[in-house]
């Protein structure tokens, strides 16, 4: 019991000493969760509204292919990003293996199937009628669009969260593409493995309740939100 | 479902149920009461398999010694199952001190010693060595190639600013660099020291990519030289060698296991099985046993 | 008035299942016409292409005689709808209502007029501000209502917009809903599975059995006068009597429905083959010896109880005459107080003027001569 104690302890000292070496990892982790939510919102959320709210040939495999790619272990996709950008992959010319980069391009393509099927979800579940309402009203197809993704928003919101959570406490592809550099590309995730690995449980420990904690205000911000829109629409 | 346990069908199924039950503890009572009256015919009791756990270090599991070493101790005592986890040195003793561990084969022989003098290990025994080598880019920019001073290597390396991966995590290689730099009188730091806390594998990768100094085990680069592009620029500096030792834990939940395992290593059969080890791929031993 | 709104051959199928197949319907500008039917007739896909909001796989829409289509930006915002369930968009009553304006872009003080202006007349003044998700079943639906006004458009179409409500609210929305529709005499298009609420909103009626229509035209006609044996039971009413003429004088003519004459007004030359019917809403029952005061009723009958159910309130009674099956509805005191029941002898009375006539023909349709 007294490790967990210590760990929390830890946490907490870590945090109010404030390390630079702390908020390096600390900052590279916002800035790779950051940088491949925001990507992964630019490309998943336009793929996610039109899987969810048009009908087109190929829709099916493509929905499949998006459920697929939830479900690929984040290490595989830092395998196969890691040899795109290696020195003897396509892509090594570019030199970006080992940075913030890499990370984030291997994090972008964890973060894009899950924010483009969970949005593709919220927006077929706007009923169809509401959006025969808007075309009734004169609503051009962009319009009927774009209000169908507002009545979804929270959905949206929550495939965001999503997305964010799962690059946020991603480890196996960052790892290998990132390298774990200390003060460079070393996050809390790679930062928790390093640390247990040394058989530090406690400052890993530590580690993962500052992580917890970003999360968690995360997703209290998100439950907040969504609490207030429900007060507001009455549901 | 009450009706249904009720119903005459299922009645029938449980006393039938019950008849088989009273049957076979019948018959195997039957069978230990006539035990006793034919010894004779009895076949040799199976052995009892139990595991044993050895923690070690991810460097001596990436070089591949494991997959010789277990299955030859597991022919020689088919009653133990040998289980390797395979972690950082410091993680290693870590788990040594929780008791998760029986037995403990690592390269950190101060620290090992500690462990022991703390009492978490019953004794410490020399097993075997291998040694570093520092590695580099074939260009060998900071033109260190050739010397056998790893202090000095290392000092030309930091005045250079050539880039530098340190394993940073705790390990008995990270913890050999350090002492190499301490003996240069180097803190190293800076944008050219780059710390990435993982194993040896992926330490020679990274180094391979970005064209960077690295120190490593003899045999996990022997074991990763085809695939990687560095070349041995540093070697045979006493300093480099890395001698292992096998510990049997305190207390330890399988101690007859632990102990079979740390006698069988340092006995002429196990050392055999080292000293070949590594011959037929690369054409040299990865390690040298120095029992004595 | 010419017609406002028109369809030809309009053919919807989803997958290898055909939704609606019919060759004709039109909406006289400023009239209102129901498409009546049982839950899934077609009803809704035709509202949907007819207010260009799907494309028919054949077929053509016609706004104002100019042949129209689902990308014909001007003809759509002609053109607004309130369905069923509501539909309100999350926001306030105001940004509802002023959707449609936004989207043709009216200048938001004049926005706040329309939609001021749209919400008293669906009975929600001052509402504007309140949020669209909070409100009860009939309120959503004037909002509804209000947003479709508020384009005063060409051609309001209305899909069952009151079948989900509860029938204190339904009854009171459908006469203000009726009267809302024709204050502006709107040209309107309403999708009903109620023949209560088709009777009250609208002067044609177009009845959809899978995708076709069986009976098309003057409510009352239909109503008073289902084509066949499907119709009449959908409509709560027996198939119609097929006969002959046999005097017509004065606008009375007398019907010879194989035994009993039945008098209706109108003026046809004897000897013609007509069809007769009436609904049952217009035959009274009394009891068989009852001394009935003499009044403009011109058809009398003796006959039989034969069949009796009680329908929601009213009983559903159907009478013999002579081989000849007339319905008719009774109230539930009338039935008690009468002691009626299957084999009770009762008289048949009802006006020669709540007789609907058709010249005879199998085809099923209504002509109505304008």
Redesign the interface.
Known sequence: MQVFVDAVVTAVTLLFQGSAELWNVIAATFEVAIISTVAGVAFGAPMGFVMGATRFRGRRLLIALTNTGMAVPPVVIGLVVMMFL??RGPLGFLGL??SVDAMSIAQTLISTPIIAGLTAAAVASV?Y??R?????????RI?EAL?AL??ARLGVLAAVASGFGAVVRGVGAV?MVG??????T?VLT??I?????????GLALALGLILMFITFTMNGFLTWYQHSNER???? | MLEHLLSPAARKRALLLVLAVVTALSLVACGEAEEPESPGEATPEPVEVTNVILASTTSTEDSGLFSELVPAFQDAYPQYRLDVVAVGTGQALEIGRAKDADVLLVHAKADEEQFVADGYGVERRDVMYNDFVIVGPGSDPGGIAGTDDAAAALTAIAEGGYTFISRGDDSGTHKKELSLWEAAGIEPAGDWYLSIGQGMGDTLNMASESKAYTIADRGTYLSMKDRIELVVVVEGDERLFNPYGVIVVTDASNPEGAQAFADWIVSAEGQDVIREFGVDTYGEPLFIPNTQ | MGLALRAEGIRKEYGKHVVVDIDHVEVAAGETLALLGPSGAGKTTLLAVLGLLEKPDAGQVFLDGRPVSSKDTQARMQMAAAFQSPYLFKGTIADNVAYGLKLRGIPAARRREAVAEALERVGLSGWESRSALTLSGGEAQRVALARALVLKPRVLLLDEPLSSLDPLIKGRLTQDFARIIHEDSMTTVYVTHDQNEAMAVAETVVILRDGRVVAQGHVDDVMGLPPDDWTAGFLGSEPPLAGTVISSAEGLVAIDVGGPVVYATGEIAPGTRVMAGVRPEDVLLFEGTADIPRSTARNRFQGTVSDIQLWGVMYHMVVEVDGVRIASRVSRASVREMGLAQGSQVQVVFKATAVRVRPFDESGRLDRDE
Do not use: C, H, W
């Not at chain 1, 025969?132 to 051009?140: D, F, H, W």
């Not at chain 1, 507001?232 to 549901?235: I, L, T, V």
């Open positions: 290696s020195r293996l080992y009923p009628k509401l025969l309402q808007a075309r009734s009203l004169g609503a051009s319009q209000l507002k009545e790892m390298g774990n550099i200390e003060g460079q070393r790679t930062a493995v390093q640390e247990s690995r040394k058989g530090d449980f507001f629409e009455g549901r």
